[in-house]
C-alpha cells in the first residue's frame, strides 16, 4: 500500500504542493506512523483513545501531523456523562489543540446510543474559550 500511497500523494502534491493529505485508518497504528509522514500524510484521521494514546501521538508526531478526532466513540460519548465529555473535551483542547494542530470530533459517527445530553456538553465544550 505505501508505494501506492507515495504516488497518489506525490502526483497531488506536484499540483498543489501545500495541500493536506487526511489520512483514515482505524485502530492502533502507531508502528507505521512514521512511514505515513514519510509519504506525505499530513492529517490523521481517527486518533482513537480506545486504541491510541492521544498524548504519546501528540508527542512524537505533533510536529509532522494534524491530529483529528480524540473524542472516544466506544467510550466517552456513549457511556460518559456530560460533565465527563466537557472533561474530556477540555482536556484535550489542553493537552492536544495548544498549536493548532487539532480537528477536535469524536472518532467516528455518532451512534444512536449517545445520549443527545452528551452531544449538547460536547459541542457547548467545544465552544468554550481557553
Not at 472518532?107 to 446510543?113: F, G, M
Request: charged share 30%.
Amino acid at each position: 500500500m505505501k508505494p501506492r500511497w507515495a504516488k497518489v500523494i506525490k502526483a497531488a502534491k506536484d499540483i498543489k504542493p501545500d495541500i493536506q493529505v487526511d489520512y483514515h485508518s482505524d485502530g492502533n497504528i502507531m508502528d507505521i506512523i512514521p512511514e505515513l509522514i514519510e509519504i506525505g500524510v499530513t492529517i490523521l484521521n481517527p486518533i482513537q483513545p480506545e486504541c491510541m494514546d492521544p498524548i504519546e501521538v501528540k508527542r512524537k508526531y505533533g510536529e509532522y501531523l494534524v491530529l483529528k478526532g480524540t473524542v472516544g466513540t466506544q467510550s466517552t460519548m456513549p457511556f460518559g456523562t456530560p460533565d465527563e465529555v466537557k472533561r474530556v473535551v477540555r482536556e484535550r483542547k489542553r493537552t492536544l489543540g495548544y498549536d493548532g494542530a487539532l480537528i477536535l470530533e469524536p472518532t467516528h459517527v455518532l451512534e444512536p446510543d449517545v445520549p443527545i445530553e452528551n452531544v449538547i456538553a460536547f459541542v457547548e465544550a467545544c465552544k468554550e474559550r481557553t
